[in-house]
């Protein structure tokens, strides 16, 4: 049996912890805009559910059908996710590399105020967990 969506929304309202004004406020909304709301039937379940979020109640008692969620198949994104991975893992050989290359140059050649600067940047990344 379908209800009153609106009438059911004014009954929680009515009952929250602010008053129209204040609820009327936060939604960025006139008080007239959640007056007329509360007239219809049919109201969209994404207000409802803004508000609900706002008063602190949870809808999904009344309104079972709000607990339906679409399952999303992992293997969407399980490609995209190795491929990142992919690239990270060889972003972070370059970068070992480079401050290897670095720190010999800098070792070679003398190059103390450089060589502090790149131990500065290689030791704490030394001792960070992966």
Sequence with gaps: MKRHRGE?????????PYPIKTLAHKLGISRNTIYSKFKQYDLEYEFILKVGDIIHYD?????????TTVPIEPKDHTNELWRMEKNYMKLLEQYEKL????????????????????????????????
């Excluded at 059911?8 to 929250?16: C, P, S, T």
């Excluded at 809808?59 to 607990?67: D, G």
């Excluded at 401050?99 to 960070?128: C, N, S, W």
């Design 8 to 16: 059911i929304l004014e009954m929680a309202i009515r009952r929250g």
């Design 59 to 67: 809808f999904k008692a009344i309104f079972p059908e709000l607990k």
């Design 99 to 130: 401050l290897g290359f670095l720190v010999k140059i800098t070792h070679q050649y003398g190059f103390d105020k450089l060589k502090k600067e790149i131990d500065a940047v290689v030791e704490p990344t030394k001792h960070r967990p992966l």
